[in-house]
């Protein structure tokens, strides 16, 4: 009976310790690339706004440590003609091949926002 025990609690103990390294092997510190770029136009314009929201990300190799973020904020308020909004963004990580980072998390956030303004088309 004590060898029953004995070899159970070994068993149960040697499982804590495969569960243990898994969840520390896992663990890896990533690159992260982040884009917040935020365009908006408040007139008396009835057409829609041309926009164009270029980001290009890129990262090769293995990365760990690093991050890179963007932003931008283009607007505008007033007047009832056409608007035109363009940007362009470029992110670039070169890693090393040694294994010890991991794949680069991206994240983008590029809110495009168009608010009617009836009063930009009064004449006084």
Do not use: W
Not at 59 to 72: I, M
């Amino acid at each position: 009976m004590k060898l029953r025990g004995y070899y159970l609690s070994l068993l149960s103990f040697s499982s804590f310790l495969m569960v243990a390294s898994s969840v520390t092997n896992s663990a890896t510190a990533q690159c992260v690339q982040a884009d917040v770029g935020i365009q908006y136009n408040i007139s008396g314009s009835k057409k829609p706004t041309e926009r164009t929201n270029d980001v290009d990300m890129q990262s090769n190799g293995d990365c760990r440590g690093n991050a890179s973020v963007t932003t931008g904020v283009q607007g505008n308020v007033g007047g009832n003609g056409p608007v035109r909004q363009d940007r362009k963004v470029r992110h670039r990580f070169e890693g090393g091949d040694n294994g010890d980072g991991g794949s680069t998390v991206q994240i983008r956030s590029n809110p495009q926002i168009d608010v009617y303004n009836p009063a930009d088309n009064l004449k006084y």
